[in-house]
């Protein structure tokens, strides 16, 4: 019986670059859903991008699933840390990943040896205030996101496992993403083109920051992207 494809869902381009220039990603159409197809080891791979947070992410993932029967989902990308002392490009694997507006709980499937710890949030807004990035550390959270918990719903209600593969691009202590900086960014992911000129504009000086930020995620990304293949690997 041939084996179904493996699926690698990320929430932005590129997060997925990566993943393309590994497993040889193509776009193409699957029932009216736009994705991108390539293979691992021989084995089918699909691929989707989604857009940020809950909402979009839920909507991609489900029409990816009502279209194509996957065996695993990968949840790949970037993430930020509540603390300064983890490296950028630390990959995170959480025990237990949280939608922070409920407090709805999902376990990821453990692929491989490696050890899986603390509890990664799910959010829509971005959380900069210092005194409730200290309150999630109390409850154990070591990563902040914006799709995760919502994939992994969506898959736990078709009885499809998932893991989560993502690494630290930013850090609450480094003072580089604001919500001015979040706001360059477009819901899909790509560049808002005049919201990044009007930033720059306005912050010359901080032109040095963003060139470190891009070069942090782009090496979170591969990271991310790398150790998913390699857990993808193991099925």
Known sequence: M?????AFVCAMPMELTPLARELGLEEADVDGVSVHRGALDGRDV?????????????AAI????EAVEVEHVFVVGITGALENE???????????????????EHRPTRLGDAEHQGRMWTADI?????????????????ALEMETAAIAHACEQRGIPWSVFRAISDRAGDDLVDPEVFATSNQDGTANEAALTAYLEKYPERIPMLVQLAEDSTLAAERAAAAAVAAARTL
């Open 2 to 6: 041939t084996a179904r494809p493996l």
């Open 46 to 58: 699909v691929a989707i991008v989604t857009g940020m947070g809950t909402e979009l992410a839920t």
């Open 62 to 65: 489900e029409r990816l699933l």
């Open 86 to 104: 983890t490296p950028i490009g630390t990959v995170v694997l959480p025990e237990v990943v949280v939608l922070g507006v409920s407090g709805r």
């Open 126 to 142: 971005l959380t900069t205030d210092l005194g409730a990035v200290a309150e999630l550390r109390e409850q154990g959270v070591v």
